[in-house]
Each structure stands twice: as structure tokens, then as C-alpha cells.
């Protein structure tokens, strides 16, 4: 059962990449207990299963300074109160983060709402201690009491703007979360699209559409909303993942990127500007070194074993389409 996740493992171990392994626990088709749907039965799993899966992860990434782990109950749809308190007494300790998704779409929070009497948000609230560990995937549909609750709990709100317009889900409510100075990182769900820069441009360009002015994500002590954005989402993606990182301090890992300031996009920026031509100026790949742990794993743009890996990679499509 944790065939999936150990590959992926392998693979971070491969090209060097950092990585917190969530193993996603998803047991019912919806709210109340009910059975799966036949197109589910490939990604069901019981507890006994799951933590199988969690123990065989701790195992593997306890020797491995750049992996990490937590746990991923999909879902309230996903798991019943009973099975979730389960899983999350199970969880190795406070280090570990909990990550779930929540409140995506208008059908779940009706859905929820017809199976307890109150809103998604508004239920885990209520029946957790929702801290610093935890990671609300999406939480697209709260009402501001919700929002401003959540924002003052420590804990980090998913975003992924480019799959939630793509599956059409709806707009988060950033606003009254940023200015409540709630914690937030950045991703994708559906792997539409895997742009960090292309993420944080959506999450800004959308609240401009709806709210029909400039410059929203952000607050008022920033003169730059890249720099915001930029901080806030390194700042929340570090807490998300339960790793130390995402600041160039004694005690932290050394990940980070160097951005080619030869390029036509970053060309004489200096300071702020550059974070903001980074961002706004479209998805032309600026990063030129990367590195993860101190160790340098892209240089000048490209991997070590990049033409191998992507040989592979389109030998394996080609197989699965045969």
C-alpha cells in the first residue's frame, strides 16, 4: 500500500529535491459514512492500512536530512469523526503537520452542513485544536466570522488558484484573511499547472477582478505586494510542511534559489522590483541556481541527470498508452 508514496520518496532522493511526505487517508464517498463510489475503490483505505502506510514513511525518511513527513486525512467527506480522531492520535508527534482539504466547493459546505448542522470550517473549529500543525487545504467558502477565526489560529490556509479556477470552485476570501494577518501558502491540487510564480500571480490577479481595485494581497505595511506575497507564502509553505526552512538564518536548512539578474525580466531591477518583475511578468523561467541543504542540485538552469530523467519519464508514458 505504500508502494506510491516510497517511489516518490525515491525520487526526491534521486534529484535532490526537498519533500514532506502527506499520505492521504480518504475512507467514505461523503459526508455521513456513506460508501465509496466504484470510481473510488483505487485510493480507498482503511485505518489499519493507513498508519501501515505512515509507519513505513517515518521509516524510510529518518535517515534522509531532506524529507520529512506528516498525515492527510483527504477530507470530512473522506473520513468520519471517529476515524479522524484516530488518525491524529496516531500522528508521530507536534512536529508533523495535518493537512486536509476543506470547504472547496459550495456542494461540500451544503453537503456539510445537511450531515451536522454547521459549515465545514466552522465544524473543525469547533471539534479541534486547530494550531500551527494544521494546513486547510483551499477553504474557499467561509463566511468572514469563519475566516477571521481561522486566521488567528496559527495555522495555514492551501491556496491553489490555478486549479481552483480551473475546476471553477470559487474565490478564497482574502481580504478579511490577509488583514486578519492569517498564515497562507501556495500550491496545486489538480498539477494543471506546477508554477510557484504563475500561483502567487492568480491568488493577486483574481482579487483585483472581483473587488475591482489594485494591489489587495497585501497589507498596509508593504510597499511591495510581491515582497508580500513572497514572504507570506515562503513563510507559510515552511509551517505547511513541518520542515525549517524558508529563511536564510543559523538553524535553518540552506534551501534556496538564486534568479538570473541577467535575464530581459530582471535586468537592472534592484530590491523589491525584482520580486515584483518575478512575479508579474509572466512564467519565463528566471531561477538559475538552486540549491537544497547547502547542496547545489540545479546549476545554470539545468539538473545533473535532467536528460535521464526526462528519457525515463517519457519512455514510462509511452508504456502506460500502449
Known sequence: PAEMSLRTLAAAHTTGIGMTSLPVLYRFGDFGSKAPRPEQSRFINDNDAYLQIVSQIVEQTADDPNTSFGIAPHSLRAVNPDLLDE?????????????????????????CIEWSGTRPVEWLLTHYNIDHRWCLVHATHMTEAETKQLAQTGAVVGLCPST??????????????????????????????????????????????????????????????????????VSGGAKASGRKIGKLETGYRADFIVL????????DRVGDAVLDSWIFSGNANVVRHVFVGGHQVIK???????????????????QLSD
Request: proline residues 3%.
Open 260 to 267: 538570473d539578474m541577467e535575464h530581459p525580466l530582471l535586468c
Open 87 to 111: 488518525v491524529i492520535d496516531h500522528s508521530p508527534n507536534d512536529n508533523h503537520p495535518i493537512h486536509i482539504h476543506i470547504a472547496e466547493q459550495s456542494k461540500e459546505v451544503n453537503a
Open 164 to 233: 481552483e479556477a480551473n475546476l471553477g470552485d470559487g474565490l478564497f476570501n482574502a481580504t478579511t484573511y490577509i488583514q486578519s494577518n492569517g498564515g497562507f501558502g501556495i500550491g496545486s491540487d489538480s498539477q494543471i499547472s506546477v508554477n510557484p510564480v504563475e500561483e502567487l500571480r492568480w491568488l493577486e490577479y483574481v482579487q483585483r477582478l472581483h473587488h475591482q481595485t489594485r494591489n489587495v494581497v497585501v497589507r498596509d505595511e508593504y510597499t511591495s505586494t510581491g515582497r508580500f506575497l513572497f514572504e507570506r507564502s
Open 300 to 318: 545554470d538552469g539545468v539538473h545533473d541527470v535532467e536528460n535521464e530523467i526526462s528519457s525515463a519519464f517519457k519512455n514510462t508514458l509511452r
